[in-house]
């Protein structure tokens, strides 16, 4: 079958595949390729020759760090993502999936979001420069297919979250900062800050679920059309708040911050598409899940990304 190389490998998602130890496999990290830059990249993938890509270096963040960072994660993404999908087709490569997130669908249109409504409309205006970045995936890929047949396939996950996560507290997705926030607030007695009403709802899934579903896309999956890869299933931030609180045994006071953003309201997703093809698939409870990331960002202080 010849390898397979993972791009953005010291990433959540990295490390969940790692863990599921693939065969003939190649793990790329930032410290070694920039991949902004077009000649290093192509040099690498000349070196390498892949026949299978899993592209998941992206420059990405909460809605904190999209917030602030927009036009730095428009261009870098932008960028890693021309390079890596145009190189991997000069030095021929048979497949590659890459990601998007459900946070680059429209701010308005009909709910379940479904993969057909990508870009029927602008996205919601927190994460403006890294959804239309993210949304030119799809688009590459398609031009990619339609010029030089190249079985390249986008999936949607929604918001990813576990074990080496990004626990940075200003720019970091709302389940590792919470937990970095619990255990601070824990350390120093002090109540627990969360941002926003704890209102809006959104769908979680654990980075092993993906990691599952990322080689069996690989293998089984060639439509030109995007798939989503969720539960479909909500929660609220106020009670996903409640239940880190719990794994974490932290019994102090929550304050919810509004003067915090709450971003988008809700964002279900469509899992028609993903159940027709493997009606089986067991996301991980959110509880198991949230447990073991408590569990490894317990265990791996002080030395994880933060
Ligand atoms: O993970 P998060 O930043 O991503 O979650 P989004 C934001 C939601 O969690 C908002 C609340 O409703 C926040 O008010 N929240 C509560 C917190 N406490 C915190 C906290 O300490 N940190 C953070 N970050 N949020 C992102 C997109 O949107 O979704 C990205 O901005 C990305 O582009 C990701 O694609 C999947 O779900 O709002």
């Known amino acids: 079958m010849g390898k397979t190389l993972v791009t953005g490998a010291g990433g959540l998602v990295g490390y969940a595949i790692k863990q599921l130890n693939p065969p003939d496999t190649i793990y790329l990290t930032r410290k070694e390729v920039d ?18 890509v899993i592209h998941l270096a992206a420059t990405v963040g909460g ?6 960072h927009s036009g730095e994660y428009f261009r ?18 048979k497949k590659l ?19 057909k409504d990508l870009h029927n409309g602008p996205p919601h205006p927190s994460n ?7 949304r030119m995936l799809e688009v590459q890929s398609s031009a ?4 030089w047949n190249c079985d390249y396939i986008v999936a949607i996950p929604t918001n990813i979250y576990g074990p080496n996560d990004d626990w940075n507290l200003s720019d970091g997705h709302v389940i590792p900062s919470l937990i970095h926030r619990c255990f601070l607030s824990k350390k120093t007695n002090s109540d627990l800050v969360v941002w926003g009403s704890g209102k809006p709802l959104r769908e979680f899934v654990f980075s092993d679920d993906i990691a599952k579903l990322a080689s ?6 060639s439509e030109d059309s995007p798939i989503i890869f969720s539960s479909g299933i909500e929660i609220s931030i106020r009670d996903l708040v409640e239940l880190v609180a719990s794994k ?24 028609t598409k993903l159940r027709k093809y493997l009606p089986d698939f067991v996301f991980t409870p959110i509880e198991e899940g949230i447990e073991k990331s408590v569990d490894w960002f317990v265990t791996n202080y002080p030395n994880l990304r933060k």
């Open 35 to 52: 991949l902004t830059d077009f000649d290093k990249i192509d040099a690498t993938m000349a070196h390498i020759r892949p026949s299978r």
């Open 63 to 68: 809605i904190g760090g999209n917030m602030i």
């Open 76 to 93: 870098s993404n932008i960028m890693i993502n021309t390079n890596v999908l145009e190189s991997a087709r000069r030095c021929g490569v």
């Open 97 to 115: 999936i890459s990601f998007m997130s459900t946070c680059v669908f429209p701010n308005t249109c009909t709910y379940p979001l479904n993969e």
């Open 128 to 134: 403006f420069g890294y959804a239309y970045a993210k």
């Open 144 to 147: 990619y297919r339609n010029e």
């Open 216 to 221: 069996w896309a690989l293998d089984n999956y």
């Open 248 to 271: 974490m045994k932290f019994d102090g006071k929550l304050i919810f911050d509004s003067t915090k953003p709450d971003g988008q309201y809700r964002k279900p997703s469509d899992t």
